[in-house]
């Protein structure tokens, strides 16, 4: 039965869903009171043509935060690719009061809660699914979608009710699903850009053709 919250974008602090993740954020409050230790609530603007979706918040990096990506490795790539490619304007410093804003931008997660080993299980990323789905209904203006990773992908092109082979895996895919067009790359994580395996080139590749998708060619 879909709980009350199902309808919202927005999961609240103490979301009873998942039992193994409500246990992990009772652990990290009990060893770190001063963390956010709850959902990492999607970041940016309410207006957005472009909604990038991430795995998880890493456990002392969003979680600890309260912003997505914030304070995580993979922050540091992403907040600055963004910057370069005009979806966000200011200084990344690592904190949610840096003054970072996002332009014609959102940031979300496949699941809000952080997970123990950076690693949702399925239960986890389907129960967490009707907030997507309520995230991307909020978004008036959306039309492209940023998938970091393989996760991402999936459970965007689950959360919109279509199937995950409808939309084609690997770096730089792009495809349709429903009113949006979906990018997919690989996660700005540590291990994919510590082993070249995503350089910055081709992330910002990505936000290039995002913005190419929006804006049309740049002249
Ligand atoms: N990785 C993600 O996928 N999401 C975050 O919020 C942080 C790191």
Redesign the pocket.
Known sequence: MPTPEAASAEPHRDCPICPRLVAYREANRAAHPDWFNGP?PSFGDPEARLLVA?????RT??NRTG????G????VLLYETLIKSGFAEGRYEARPDDGLRLVDCM?T??VRCAPPG?KPESSEEANCRPFLTARLAALPRLKVIVT??DV?RRNVLRAMGLKASAGIAGHGSEFAAGAYVVINSY???RLNTNTGRLTPAMFEAVFQRARELLDGPSA
Do not use: M, Q, V
């Open positions: 990492a991430g795995l998880a918040p890493g990096g969003a912003r997505p990506f914030t995580d490795f993979a922050g940031i997660n496949a950076n970091l990773g991402a996660h700005c994580s």
